[in-house]
């Protein structure tokens, strides 16, 4: 059974510091390319980061990494705004197979 579950969410402040973590089971994790994406309320699920692409919005301040063994990757995510709130997914893609997990709430407010 393919799993994708994100953690690290949370309520920071604007300037603050997240670290999201996606473990993933199921499936022969390093053949998959891994990213983030967010969805803000009222908005459209968008793109945050790829192990070789950023979003402009995001650039210089979030970091992804994975790690093969562990089978999970990673979201570092500093100089946070208020803009950066939303839920934030992991996603597993190979071929025609692709995955999502269930997602995890980060809040920047003061």
């Known amino acids: 059974q393919v799993q994708l579950v994100e953690s690290g969410g949370g309520l920071v402040q604007p300037g603050g510091s997240l670290r999201l973590s996606c473990a993933a089971s199921g499936f022969t994790f390093s053949s998959y390319a891994m990213s983030w994406y967010r969805q803000a309320p009222g908005k459209e699920r968008e793109f945050v980061a790829s192990?070789?692409n950023y979003a402009e919005s995001v650039k210089g301040r979030f970091t992804i990494s994975r790690d093969n063994a562990r089978n999970t990757v990673n979201l570092q995510m500093n100089s946070l705004k208020p803009e950066d709130t939303a839920v934030y997914y992991c996603?597993?893609?190979?071929?025609?197979?692709?995955?999502w997990g269930q997602g995890t709430q980060v809040t920047v407010s003061s």
């Open positions: 192990y070789y």
């Open positions: 996603k597993a893609q190979n071929n025609g197979y692709t995955y």
